[in-house]
């Protein structure tokens, strides 16, 4: 039963278009991540929530908005894709505060044409 | 603020050799530090932490890493890689979010 999981996989979009990425975890976590890991496998933080609440919001563009409908979900929908938004986005979890593991998603990679 | 430097971003070594990827951290308060490894395709899953205690701290695999204050450093080693070692590594420090270094490229070559 897989911990932290997204859909989809991998997502080939053209420019302009909208598209969603899901997450879910099954380890009763009060905390869940998105980061993204662009072609020089560089990682960013993008979002963070704890039980639902906006916690930390990096530099990141407005066409990127999350949401979390409970705490078990934390969704990122993309408007208006460009080139480079192309990258691997990863969702994560965790508990306990700042000493807490990270525990990670196996990645959704999407490819902006 | 904090910021994360691996000092190598490609390390290619023999099978049963060791190995030693480079860490250096700064920041203005008090920090966990972490090694998470990344296997092709995959997310990442971490390895080992330190969040206070023993400097020298164990993780899964036989890694090991060191804490050294003075030299706000926080260096992995392993002392005999496998072929399963190939993976990306990545140093992290956590004092109110998570950041992560560039990454080490780990090759182990038979």
């Known amino acids: 039963d897989t911990a932290v999981s997204q859909t989809p996989k991998y997502l080939v979009t053209q420019m302009g278009n909208d598209k969603s990425i899901k997450c879910e975890q099954n380890l009763g976590h009060d905390t869940m991540y998105w980061y993204k890991q662009d072609s020089k496998k560089f990682l960013k933080i993008m979002f963070s929530y704890n039980n639902k609440e906006l916690i930390i919001n990096e530099t990141v563009p407005n066409r990127f908005s999350p949401k979390s409908p409970d705490k078990a979900h934390l969704n990122l929908h993309i408007n208006s894709l460009e080139l480079g938004d192309s990258a691997v986005y990863f969702c994560?979890?965790?508990?306990?505060?700042?000493?807490?593991?990270?525990?990670f998603g196996e990645g959704s990679r999407l490819t902006v044409l | 603020a904090q910021s994360v430097t691996q000092l190598d971003s490609q390390v290619p070594v023999f099978e049963e050799a060791p190995v030693e990827l480079r860490c250096n951290y700064s920041s203005s308060v008090s920090v966990y530090l972490f090694w998470y490894v990344q296997y092709p395709n995959q997310g990442l899953q971490l390895l080992l932490k330190?969040?206070?205690?023993?400097?020298l701290v164990k993780g899964i695999n036989g890694f090991e890493a060191e804490f050294n204050k003075s030299q706000t450093s926080f260096h992995l080693r392993k002392p005999s890689v496998h072929i399963s070692d190939t993976a990306e590594y990545f140093c992290a420090v956590n004092d109110y979010k998570l950041s992560f270094g560039a990454g080490t490229t780990v090759t182990v070559r038979a």
């Open positions: 330190y969040l206070s205690g023993s400097t």
């Open positions: 994560a979890s965790s508990q306990g505060g700042d000493g807490g593991e990270l525990f």
